[in-house]
């Protein structure tokens, strides 16, 4: 059997501190702290411990070639530990499933650094809202209480500023200033399915192509790009949008066209819904809801294993969902944007991996329910819609 190391790892010496209660009771302090090796590795789902043995053995060999142990191993039984975590990668073909995880890591071209905080930063199984609820970080005043001030809103430097005129608003300032995030939508009123269109054509299609050659096409669109790439696609949730049969689409940002993908059956999509927003209730009554779900190796074919390709995708997202606002806005339709979202289960539903492309957003748009029954921030009260 041949190894090589697999090809992102990063080590954290970790410190967990138990009490004894008994020595607590009796006023002697007794904090006992526990120090352990965890290492983080893009491929696999969660930290995996690491004794010292294991922890020098994965510094001493290859990640980039295949090495042949000794025989007999010394290391054998760490060795084996260690494939069977998968933090040693084996070419034998049992062991093929961590290989192929590995292998599309390194081939869509991560840096190191992002690619174990992108996998680890992923959730799963999250309910973000009864989380905050129980720790007291539902409201304004919850969070004041349990974490104390945050820092100033504004933190002027010494000095005199000079003043700026103040035009008088026009139209685009109103339009601006009406955009809110909407945590009440309507749910007996259906998104017009060319209302629908018109946002997306506004903010994710495509009006123009520069191809250098067949296989080399850059697009141009409403939203800018990190390296004009382009790399985030869409992906739309029909809950309750007129004309369209309730599931997944694939959005066509070139044809301005949707592909029906396979879905769950519809009376679960609004528990699915729900699950991939975390549990956000108000988010997964919107009757649209849009997916932003970059293909990282189109911007890492570019920026390849690059501190800042993942930076510059992430801002991608922001400036579509500020686009999808904007638009939405101009319609009289509300709109949010929430990261808190669970991505393995919306990458299952999409059929992507999360690690060539995988869901970093999630948008909705729809009507903006006569009642507020979930906070929201508009101090000015603009309504739209
Ligand atoms: C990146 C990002 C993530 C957000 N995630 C959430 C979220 O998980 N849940 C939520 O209720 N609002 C979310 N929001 C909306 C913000 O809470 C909202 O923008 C903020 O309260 C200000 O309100 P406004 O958008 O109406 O001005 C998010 C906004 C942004 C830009």
């Given at each position: 059997m041949?190894v090589?190391?697999c090809?992102?790892?990063v080590?954290?010496?970790?410190?967990s501190v138990?009490?004894?209660i008994a020595?607590l009771?009796?006023g002697?302090?007794?904090a006992?702290?526990?120090?352990?090796?965890v290492?983080f590795a893009s491929?696999l789902d969660g930290?995996?411990?690491?004794?010292?043995?294991?922890?020098?053995?994965?510094?001493s060999i290859?990640?980039r070639r295949?090495?042949e142990?000794?025989?007999?191993?010394?290391h054998a039984?760490?060795v084996?530990?260690?494939?069977?975590?998968?933090?040693l990668l084996?070419?034998?073909?049992?062991?093929?499933?961590m290989?192929?995880?590995d292998?599309t890591l390194r081939?869509a071209?991560?840096?190191?650094l992002t690619?174990?905080?992108h996998?680890h930063?992923r959730?799963?199984?999250v309910?973000s809202?009864?989380d905050m609820?129980?720790?007291?970080?539902?409201t304004?005043?919850?969070l004041r209480a349990?974490?104390?001030?945050?820092?100033?809103?504004v933190?002027p430097?010494?000095?005199l500023y000079q003043?700026?005129p103040?035009?008088?608003a026009?139209a685009?300032d109103?339009?601006?200033a009406?955009?809110?995030t909407?945590r009440?939508?309507?749910?007996?009123k259906p998104?017009?399915?060319?209302l629908l269109?018109q946002?997306?054509?506004?903010?994710?299609?495509?009006h123009a192509?520069?191809r250098i050659?067949?296989e080399?096409v850059?697009?141009?669109?409403?939203?800018p790009?990190?390296g004009g790439?382009?790399p985030t696609?869409?992906?739309?949730?029909?809950?309750?949008v007129?004309?369209l049969a309730?599931?997944?689409y694939h959005?066509?940002?070139?044809q301005?066209?949707l592909l029906?993908r396979?879905?769950?059956?519809p009376?679960?999509?609004?528990?699915?819904?729900r699950?991939?927003?975390?549990?956000?209730?108000w988010?997964a009554?919107a009757?649209?809801?849009l997916?932003?779900?970059?293909?990282?190796?189109r911007?890492?074919?570019k920026y390849?294993?690059h501190?800042?390709?993942?930076r510059?995708?992430?801002?991608?997202v922001g400036?579509?969902s500020?686009?999808?606002?904007?638009?939405?806005t101009?319609?009289?339709l509300?709109?949010f944007?929430?990261?808190?979202i669970?991505e393995?289960e919306v990458?299952r539903?999409?059929?992507?991996?999360?690690?060539g492309?995988?869901a970093?957003?999630?948008?909705?748009v729809?009507?903006r329910a006569?009642?507020?029954?979930?906070?929201?921030?508009d101090?000015?009260?603009?309504r739209?819609?």
């Amino acid at each position: 059997m041949r190894v090589r190391r697999c090809t992102h790892v990063v080590l954290e010496p970790r410190e967990s501190v138990s009490f004894d209660i008994a020595a607590l009771l009796r006023g002697r302090a007794a904090a006992d702290s526990r120090f352990e090796w965890v290492a983080f590795a893009s491929h696999l789902d969660g930290p995996v411990a690491v004794d010292e043995a294991a922890r020098d053995l994965l510094g001493s060999i290859s990640a980039r070639r295949w090495s042949e142990r000794p025989q007999p191993d010394p290391h054998a039984a760490t060795v084996s530990a260690l494939v069977e975590c998968g933090l040693l990668l084996a070419d034998t073909t049992g062991h093929h499933g961590m290989r192929d995880r590995d292998e599309t890591l390194r081939d869509a071209n991560w840096w190191s650094l992002t690619a174990i905080a992108h996998r680890h930063s992923r959730w799963a199984g999250v309910d973000s809202v009864s989380d905050m609820r129980a720790q007291g970080l539902d409201t304004a005043t919850g969070l004041r209480a349990t974490l104390g001030p945050p820092p100033p809103s504004v933190l002027p430097l010494a000095g005199l500023y000079q003043p700026l005129p103040q035009q008088g608003a026009d139209a685009f300032d109103q339009l601006l200033a009406n955009r809110a995030t909407c945590r009440n939508f309507d749910q007996d009123k259906p998104l017009e399915l060319p209302l629908l269109a018109q946002l997306l054509q506004r903010t994710v299609m495509a009006h123009a192509e520069v191809r250098i050659d067949p296989e080399t096409v850059f697009l141009k669109k409403n939203v800018p790009s990190g390296g004009g790439l382009h790399p985030t696609e869409t992906w739309l949730l029909a809950l309750r949008v007129e004309g369209l049969a309730p599931g997944f689409y694939h959005y066509h940002p070139v044809q301005h066209a949707l592909l029906p993908r396979p879905s769950p059956a519809p009376e679960t999509l609004a528990e699915l819904a729900r699950r991939m927003l975390s549990g956000q209730e108000w988010f997964a009554d919107a009757p649209a809801l849009l997916i932003l779900a970059p293909r990282f190796e189109r911007s890492f074919w570019k920026y390849r294993n690059h501190a800042k390709a993942y930076r510059a995708v992430l801002l991608d997202v922001g400036h579509i969902s500020q686009a999808i606002y904007t638009s939405a806005t101009a319609a009289g339709l509300a709109s949010f944007v929430t990261a808190a979202i669970n991505e393995e289960e919306v990458d299952r539903a999409l059929g992507v991996d999360g690690a060539g492309q995988g869901a970093v957003a999630i948008c909705g748009v729809g009507w903006r329910a006569a009642e507020q029954v979930t906070a929201e921030f508009d101090p000015p009260r603009h309504r739209p819609g």
